[in-house]
């Protein structure tokens, strides 16, 4: 008998009757009244004591065999003593502990240990054994649940209960300790608890928690607790409600009972708050607080004491009644000022917050709209045509920038953007594509005025600028006046950098092909091989006295067409054309030269009192000035300069504006004003100056793009897209054979490069009816057909 309790002392490694791990017995334990049979001695405690054992100092002694009669001696007298005895503040010493453990620990282990009990008693007992001690906790949690209504549960219940709840943890946990074997060996297997201090857990829900609304109460507490922790107004208790809701998981009622109630409270909460806020302040204010307070719930409440798989219904509860549903309004009230002043922080809190909601289309439509609404402001108004493309590239920029910054490139934000351009950029046909052809004019040839370097040669503010062309439907309507500037900085040499010429023919191919800059690489080809033109002429019978000249020689057909200007030439320029006609004709057999003096261009070096000076001036422009080369001719009559040149009253009166006004005045008109009139005279200026060394005199009005040639590119285009549909319907229909008139325009639509009208369509249809390239379907004329 005596190694298998050896062999069960062994396995608990319980070799000393004092444990070091055992030194302290729960408070609230104790023994029925002894026995009388029992003696006093060092073994046994008195009623005072916190836990008392009846045990028959002969029983202890003689080591009985285990079965009916050991339980006969300890079962019935195990008792659980009353909650309120003062006994249960009394702390057992080490010798008090190691006087009353020794004999229960023996006795204990032979219960569980000696093999002479059968598996038979061995579960009876246990049975017996839990039945006693659920009885006896279950009186004890009613003595504690009486003690909980001895005052008004609203009467400081969260402390009471916690307390309570606390002491009753530590007493299961002695509890369990003294009956490890039991625990171990017999509740998991044989019951549906897994430990005794589940047990005790469960009696405590049963007899305390769920009866009598005792856990709403205790919720509703939490529930205000954390409504005054929200509200700022004084500090909580925080470690309590943690305690709290630390019970409420530990028996299941925080995911089932407390969760549910808390949310929706927490809904209730902000859905109010938010009513409040929203009506004062500012937006940007009011995204700002609801940032705050998604952190402060998002952190410090989980923090604090909420369970950390709460935090995601925590954070769309206050987000949906915050933002989501304020949305619509933050963003009528708000956002068109946010975006006018740049309010990168809020726009970007505003969009984090509404990241991965239906909600952010709400703010996409808002953006789209914004977009729409000030572009057409800068688009619409034919005030603004000489900033509008300045305008359009400053708020691209903008916008670029609060992408970026606010929205994270958010592709759904950029097709807003793509979508909101190319709508309002084309609410004014072709002519924000001449603007955009002008503007890119202006950037690419020579100023007249000296500039900064960095505003004259930036491939930055030029890809801006073609960003623009991008939104352009109208691509050959820009394409057309394009031409005409690029035309003219190449002939009249007025272009800033070969490089920046070629930079802007690169974009422009990537984004519409090869075919669409053919016709303009070709005018680059035509100035090359110009060049080479020019050295073979110099060394052309080099022994005729001639003027320095650069020769352009350009395909009708590629370049633009430019009415005549009609000009008497002086003897020796006449000369040089002349000799560069017999070079060209004796090269090239057959071809005829036409010669373009409107587009030409000098370089004349000029003796002033006050220094010399070389200036660069149109063809027509030296003329009039190699007049006054003559020092007879002082002062000459506008009839007089007209008669020496054979220019038209027009043509003369814009040359003689650009030489006697603006920043360079090298005549003097004696009227002493800066209109030029039929009868005004004119006088070489003996006093001009300037600091520059080369002075670039400003094109005369006569060779600027004037209404009359906007007009005719205007006209072109409208004949070059007519052409253009006629040929699609035709290749449409031949490929269909058969087609209806709304697949037909569907096709069209789809098909062409720029913006087309539905009348436009229609007559085009009905000029190819007329040429019998398709018919009307004779069973349905909505229909047509294609005649081979």
């Not at 490694?13 to 029992?38: E, I, W, Y």
């Not at 004999?103 to 000696?114: G, N, Q, R, V, Y």
């Not at 609304?213 to 205000?224: D, P, S, T």
């Not at 400053?394 to 920038?401: G, P, Q, T, V």
């Given at each position: 008998?005596?190694?298998?309790?050896?062999?069960?002392?062994?396995?608990?490694?319980?070799g000393?009757?004092?444990?070091?791990t055992q030194k302290?017995l729960?408070r609230f334990l104790?023994?029925?009244?002894?026995?009388p049979?029992?003696?006093?001695?060092?073994?046994?405690?008195?009623?005072s004591e916190?836990?008392?054992?009846d045990?028959?100092g002969?029983?202890?002694?003689?080591?009985?065999?285990?079965?009916?009669?050991?339980?006969?001696?300890?079962?019935?007298?195990?008792?659980?003593?009353?909650a309120?005895?003062?006994?249960?503040?009394?702390?057992?010493t080490?010798?008090?502990?190691?006087?009353?453990w020794?004999?229960?620990?023996?006795?204990?282990?032979?219960?569980?240990?000696?093999?002479?009990f059968?598996r038979?008693?061995?579960?009876?007992?246990?049975q017996?054994?839990?039945?006693?001690?659920?009885?006896?906790?279950?009186?004890?949690?009613?003595?504690?649940k009486?003690?909980l209504y001895?005052?008004?549960?609203?009467h400081?219940?969260?402390?009471?209960?916690?307390?309570?709840?606390?002491?009753?943890?530590?007493?299961?946990g002695?509890?369990?300790?003294?009956?490890?074997?039991?625990?171990?060996?017999?509740?998991l297997?044989h019951?549906?608890?897994?430990s005794?201090?589940q047990l005790?857990?469960?009696?405590f829900?049963?007899?305390?928690?769920?009866?009598?609304?005792?856990l709403h109460?205790?919720?509703?507490e939490?529930l205000?607790?954390?409504?005054?922790?929200?509200?700022?107004?004084?500090?909580?208790?925080?470690?309590?409600?943690?305690d709290?809701?630390?019970?409420?998981t530990?028996?299941?009622?925080?995911?089932?009972?407390f969760?549910?109630?808390?949310?929706?409270?927490?809904?209730?909460y902000?859905r109010?708050?938010?009513?409040?806020?929203?009506n004062?302040?500012?937006?940007?204010?009011?995204i700002?607080?609801?940032?705050?307070?998604r952190?402060?719930?998002?952190?410090?409440?989980?923090?604090?004491?909420l369970?950390?798989?709460?935090?995601q219904?925590?954070i769309?509860?206050?987000?949906?009644?915050?933002?989501?549903?304020?949305t619509?309004?933050?963003?009528?009230?708000?956002?068109?000022?946010?975006?006018?002043?740049?309010?990168y922080e809020p726009?970007?809190?505003?969009y984090?917050?509404?990241?991965?909601?239906p909600?952010?289309?709400?703010l996409?439509?808002?953006?789209?709209?914004?977009?729409k609404?000030e572009?057409?402001?800068?688009?619409?108004d034919?005030?603004?045509?000489?900033?509008?493309i300045?305008s359009l590239?400053l708020?691209?920029?903008?916008?670029?920038?609060?992408?970026?910054?606010c929205?994270?490139?958010d592709?759904?934000?950029?097709?807003?953007?793509k979508?909101?351009f190319?709508?309002f950029i084309?609410?004014?046909?072709n002519k924000?594509?001449?603007?955009l052809?002008?503007?890119l004019?202006?950037?690419?040839?020579?100023?007249?005025k000296?500039?900064?370097?960095?505003?004259?040669v930036?491939?930055?503010?030029?890809?801006?600028?073609l960003?623009l062309f991008r939104?352009?439907?109208?691509?050959?309507?820009?394409?057309?006046?394009?031409?005409?500037f690029?035309?003219?900085?190449?002939?009249?040499?007025?272009?800033?950098?070969g490089?920046?010429?070629?930079?802007?023919?690169?974009?422009?191919?990537?984004?519409?092909?090869a075919?669409?800059?053919?016709?303009?690489?070709?005018?680059?080809?035509?100035?090359?091989?110009?060049?080479?033109?020019t050295?073979?002429?110099?060394?052309?019978?080099?022994?005729?006295p001639?003027?320095?000249?650069s020769?352009k020689?350009i395909?009708?057909?590629?370049?633009?067409?430019?009415?005549?200007?009609?000009?008497?030439?002086?003897?020796?320029?006449?000369?040089?054309?002349?000799l560069?006609e017999?070079?060209?004709?004796?090269?090239?057999?057959?071809?005829k030269?036409?010669?373009?003096?409107?587009?030409s261009s000098?370089?004349?070096?000029?003796?002033f009192?006050k220094?010399?000076?070389?200036?660069i001036a149109?063809?027509?422009?030296?003329?009039?000035?190699?007049i006054?080369?003559?020092p007879s001719?002082?002062?000459?009559?506008?009839?007089?300069?007209q008669t020496?040149?054979?220019?038209?009253?027009s043509?003369?009166?814009?040359l003689?504006?650009?030489?006697?006004?603006?920043?360079y005045?090298l005549l003097?008109?004696?009227?002493?004003?800066?209109?030029?009139?039929q009868?005004?005279?004119?006088?070489?200026?003996?006093?001009?100056e300037?600091?520059?060394p080369?002075?670039?005199?400003?094109?005369a009005?006569?060779?600027?793009?004037?209404?009359d040639?906007?007009?005719?590119?205007?006209?072109?285009v409208?004949i070059?897209?007519?052409?253009q549909?006629?040929?699609?319907i035709v290749?449409?229909?031949?490929?269909?054979?058969?087609?209806?008139?709304?697949?037909?325009?569907e096709?069209?639509?789809?098909?062409?490069?720029?913006?087309?009208?539905?009348d436009?369509?229609?007559?085009?249809?009905?000029?190819?009816?007329?040429?019998?390239?398709?018919?009307?379907?004779?069973?349905?004329?909505s229909?047509?057909?294609?005649?081979?």
């Amino acid at each position: 008998m005596s190694k298998p309790a050896s062999k069960g002392l062994k396995k608990r490694k319980m070799g000393s009757p004092v444990d070091p791990t055992q030194k302290r017995l729960d408070r609230f334990l104790s023994a029925a009244s002894p026995s009388p049979s029992l003696s006093p001695g060092p073994s046994s405690l008195t009623l005072s004591e916190p836990m008392q054992i009846d045990l028959a100092g002969s029983s202890a002694a003689k080591n009985p065999m285990l079965g009916t009669y050991r339980q006969q001696i300890i079962l019935p007298k195990i008792t659980i003593a009353d909650a309120d005895r003062t006994s249960r503040q009394v702390e057992l010493t080490d010798l008090n502990f190691e006087n009353c453990w020794a004999m229960p620990k023996k006795l204990i282990l032979s219960i569980f240990s000696t093999d002479s009990f059968n598996r038979i008693n061995f579960i009876t007992a246990s049975q017996t054994l839990i039945s006693l001690l659920k009885e006896e906790i279950e009186k004890h949690v009613h003595a504690i649940k009486k003690s909980l209504y001895s005052k008004p549960l609203n009467h400081d219940i969260l402390s009471r209960l916690n307390a309570q709840w606390a002491m009753f943890c530590q007493q299961l946990g002695v509890i369990r300790t003294v009956f490890m074997e039991l625990d171990r060996y017999y509740i998991l297997p044989h019951t549906k608890y897994k430990s005794i201090t589940q047990l005790g857990k469960d009696l405590f829900s049963e007899v305390i928690m769920e009866k009598d609304n005792f856990l709403h109460v205790v919720i509703a507490e939490v529930l205000h607790q954390i409504k005054i922790d929200r509200d700022g107004v004084k500090k909580i208790n925080i470690k309590l409600v943690q305690d709290i809701l630390r019970m409420l998981t530990e028996q299941s009622y925080y995911k089932t009972e407390f969760e549910p109630r808390f949310l929706e409270s927490t809904s209730l909460y902000y859905r109010e708050e938010a009513n409040r806020r929203i009506n004062y302040g500012t937006i940007a204010e009011y995204i700002h607080h609801a940032a705050g307070r998604r952190t402060q719930e998002a952190e410090e409440r989980i923090k604090n004491y909420l369970n950390a798989d709460t935090k995601q219904a925590l954070i769309s509860a206050v987000v949906e009644k915050l933002v989501y549903a304020k949305t619509e309004i933050i963003v009528e009230k708000g956002f068109h000022d946010m975006m006018d002043k740049d309010m990168y922080e809020p726009l970007k809190i505003f969009y984090e917050l509404l990241y991965q909601s239906p909600k952010m289309n709400i703010l996409r439509s808002a953006f789209g709209k914004y977009l729409k609404e000030e572009g057409i402001k800068i688009v619409q108004d034919p005030k603004n045509d000489p900033t509008m493309i300045t305008s359009l590239v400053l708020f691209k920029r903008k916008i670029d920038a609060i992408l970026k910054h606010c929205f994270n490139d958010d592709v759904n934000f950029l097709n807003a953007l793509k979508e909101s351009f190319e709508r309002f950029i084309n609410t004014r046909g072709n002519k924000p594509a001449e603007l955009l052809a002008k503007h890119l004019d202006s950037k690419l040839k020579i100023p007249v005025k000296k500039q900064r370097l960095q505003e004259i040669v930036d491939t930055i503010s030029l890809d801006f600028i073609l960003v623009l062309f991008r939104f352009i439907q109208s691509k050959d309507a820009f394409e057309a006046h394009f031409k005409r500037f690029l035309a003219k900085r190449l002939l009249m040499d007025r272009s800033t950098s070969g490089e920046l010429e070629n930079h802007v023919l690169v974009n422009l191919k990537a984004e519409c092909g090869a075919e669409f800059t053919k016709n303009l690489e070709n005018m680059f080809t035509d100035i090359q091989v110009s060049a080479d033109l020019t050295n073979e002429f110099k060394e052309y019978k080099k022994d005729k006295p001639r003027l320095p000249m650069s020769i352009k020689v350009i395909a009708q057909a590629t370049w633009p067409t430019y009415s005549l200007l009609n000009i008497k030439l002086p003897s020796n320029m006449m000369a040089n054309q002349k000799l560069f006609e017999g070079f060209y004709t004796k090269k090239f057999n057959g071809r005829k030269l036409l010669w373009q003096n409107r587009l030409s261009s000098c370089s004349i070096i000029a003796n002033f009192p006050k220094g010399r000076k070389e200036i660069i001036a149109s063809l027509a422009q030296a003329v009039i000035l190699f007049i006054f080369n003559d020092p007879s001719k002082k002062s000459l009559t506008f009839s007089k300069l007209q008669t020496l040149t054979a220019l038209s009253d027009s043509d003369l009166i814009g040359l003689l504006v650009s030489l006697s006004t603006g920043p360079y005045k090298l005549l003097l008109n004696t009227s002493g004003t800066d209109k030029v009139n039929q009868s005004d005279s004119f006088a070489y200026n003996h006093d001009f100056e300037s600091v520059n060394p080369k002075v670039r005199i400003p094109a005369a009005a006569s060779i600027e793009p004037t209404k009359d040639e906007e007009k005719d590119v205007e006209k072109k285009v409208h004949i070059s897209r007519q052409h253009q549909l006629e040929a699609a319907i035709v290749r449409i229909m031949k490929a269909k054979k058969t087609s209806t008139h709304t697949a037909l325009v569907e096709d069209l639509f789809k098909e062409l490069k720029y913006p087309v009208q539905a009348d436009d369509i229609k007559k085009r249809i009905e000029t190819l009816i007329d040429r019998d390239y398709i018919i009307r379907d004779p069973q349905d004329s909505s229909s047509y057909i294609y005649q081979v």
